[in-house]
């Protein structure tokens, strides 16, 4: 017969822990007590249900099914009075005995309510229109009272209170708060935090008294006020206490276990003494602490389930570190560690803000982070206690603890990574999985990303996943060749490669292959950015082989999640007319096409397309391709510039139209977004493209490179200030050339740019330092003339089934039609 | 035994997708001249397979470039492999698959 585990107490401690044991698969007879008669509430979200913003229902975690379905006897709403710890029984209320081999004691705490005359009525318990605030019956009295009464006092400008205060002001039209202390949360905020939360607090129509000793509640059948030390009295008819809690240990203490503020428990949670009686929660005092929040709990719940299933009998908790973030009454709080600091050598730093209600003070003892309190803006707290927990090394300007400064976030470093951190967000991959990889064998960074996935979504998280292959493999990284190279099947640096493919007359792709790859192996992942690279190189005389082209490329449209594509017509400058605009709606309308949407590029995208249908909406459009699918230049945003705003300074709109009609559709290593746009003020968000203009006072423009505004931000750098548009459609032309030719395949130029430094791109593009702006400038006007709109190509396919579906039996498209 | 259809319906180094006994196969005609049949559609997110790009080894799936052995089938991105089937060109250049019962993996 399984072993019987009886749980007293079936609040979030006592279940919790069930739960835990149960999901180690632990054999056990469980019987568990609650003394409310409900399953298992999360009592933290009581203030949700004061405040109307969740209901009843939505706060159980364990409903009564739960019990049932895992073969545990629940007593809900039968009280124990005492542990015969010698016969290994526990006695109901009602006299029952019930035998246990293990014991957990998870009575939690109740509110503490203090000695204030008036509080209680002889026999008769509270006072009526007197709460407190801990149970769900609790709050239930609370709001059927409150609802039909107009003044609420809340005793206690703790946690507790300042929840029940901002609840309460959902039920009635006033509601006063007291605090004893000298500010509020004085146990998690100093003083000046404190204060700045009850200017937020005020705002919110809360009044708040502090030093407010009450001394007497008055009223004869019911509450009409209360009587404050100082002798002011409040007029009131509900009043709710919030003024701390304490545990109930008073079973345990009967029963003759040791108890003081808690019941007395070692690091397997196990009560003084005693073999078999374990306690966990709030009732529970570890190393002479007692915890009243959640987190600990979890802890607790996690090792005392190690300990009695087996799994890790030596499993021990060494205590929690409380770090909390709340929304306390609508307002952002977090603290953890040290409230201030007690040690002359601290760094200490404050930031108060307190016309916004932001308060963040932070302290630093031998390095580490040892407090931290946050009040109104609470964004950087992920890094605060991940600092906290593990004492990370802090960032050497430590004023980025409390802001984000602009620039690059501030490297954690790898090995003070947590192990279960997620380093890649797009594709969930945690340093636990990059390090089994290194240690799997996989010592190449490339060779991670390809296994892992990781740094393969937005990127951003590249340069995080290189230092944790780095640290993982000790040192023993492996130099990945292809790091250099131009594309990771042909074994060369693109300078190299260039040389090679003009030297050997290389005008395909697999001509590249056969030539230039040792045994001639083909690569799927490389022949894109060849394709690109030779088009570039030999415009006309390419031998485009279609095989090298990704499907966008060969179907001149952007493949879309369910296999459709989206369609956006050229609309140079972001200009349009009424005919244009009307055709489009006749195409979108004749082909039920699912979405309408403008792009950020200042164009009309027709999303949700079936492949064989591509070559009809060219035809019925007329328009020209907008290339938004391709490693290509893509479109010119413009402001409408000096024609019609009142600041504009130059007319961008007419020198966006002309640098698109010149450079549309030029293939490249990654995509190019220009914008132009009329005065600095920059609507066409010019400052971050890959290439911006500004037109500036005096009739001259001022071209900015390398600015990007999506996962990475950045602002870019200024090239030059000239004269004229020519000199920009110039200009232009010799930079996106320059950066055609020096790129590495689908290096952007927010990464290009600051490789080679502005400075050298200046004298190359500007200064013509290496004497090559005349062979650019032919090499782009060559590409230019060899422009071709691909959706002039339809009246034949290129190949055969070029624009067959690839998922016959799949109804496309699968997005809903608008 | 079932006729797709002329190998040339499929261009060098691309893929094709055919209905067969309802079910979707991306055929590949790969720049060695030798033909590969697989599922069409990518366990992954459903991409459609025969829009990727190939080598004489991989196919490289168009929508999250989920890698396969193109002979195997067998996934190089740690998620599920791809069913293969037996495909061959006839003497005509007809491109012929024998049925739709997963074939033993060609060693």
Known sequence: MAPRLVVIGNGMAGARTVEEILSRGGDFDITMFGDEPYGNYNRIMLSNVLAGVEDESGIFLNDLSWYADNGIT?????????IDRFAKQVYAEDGTATPYDKLIIATGSRAFVPPIPGIHRPGRGYHQGVFAFRTLDDTRSMIRYAREHERAVVIGGGLLGLEAARGLQNHVSQVTLLHAMGHLMNTQLDAQAGAILQRSVEKLGIEVVCDAMTTEILGKHAVTGVKLSDGRVIDCDVVVVAAGIRANTEVAAASGLVVERGIVVDDQMRAQDEPDIYVVGECAQ????TYGLVAPLWDQAKVLADHLTGRDPQAAYHGSRIATKLKVAGVDVASMGLKE???????????SEPRKGIYKSVIIRDGRLVGATLVGDVKKVAFLMQAFDRGLALPEDRVELMFDLGGPPAEVSAAELADDAQVCNCNGVTKGTIAETVHGGCKTVSGVMDRTRAGKGCGTC?????????WAAGGAVEEDPKASWYVPGVPMPKPELMAAIRKYDLRSVSS??????????????????????????????????RDARFINDRVHANIQRDGTFSVVPQMKGGVTT???LRRIAEVAEKHAVPMVKLTGGQRIDLLGIPKETLPKIWADLDMPSGYAYGKSFRTVKTCVGSDFCRFGVGDSTALGIALEERYQGIEGPGKMKLAVTGCPRNCAEAYVKDLGVVAIDGGRWELYVGGAAGAHVRKGDLLATVESPEEVITLTGRFLQYYRESANWLERTYAWVPRLGIEHIRAVVVDDAEGIAADLDAAMAASVAAYRDPWKERAEPATPGQFRTSLPLVVLPQVPVR | MRILGPVTDIPLGEGRTYEVDGEMVAVFRLRDGSVRALSAVCPHRGGPLADGQIDNKVLVCPLHLMAFDITTGCSLSGISDLTVYPVTVDADGH?????????????
């Open chain 2, 95 to 107: 491109l012929v698959i024998s049925s739709l019962t997963a074939s033993e993996v060609p060693s």
């Open chain 1, 286 to 289: 570890h190393r002479g602490e």
């Open chain 1, 462 to 470: 590249k340069s995080l996943v290189a230092q944790i292959v780095e």
């Open chain 1, 578 to 580: 009424p005919a244009q």
């Open chain 1, 74 to 82: 629940l007593h809900a709403g039968r009280r124990i009075s005492r």
């Open chain 1, 341 to 351: 600091s007690d040690r002359e050598d601290d760094e200490t730093l404050v930031f």
């Open chain 1, 512 to 545: 590249v292959f056969a030539k230039l790859v040792p045994g001639g192996e083909e690569d799927a992942k490389s022949k894109m950015g060849l394709a690109s690279l030779l088009k570039m190189m030999w415009g006309d005389r390419y031998i485009d082989e």
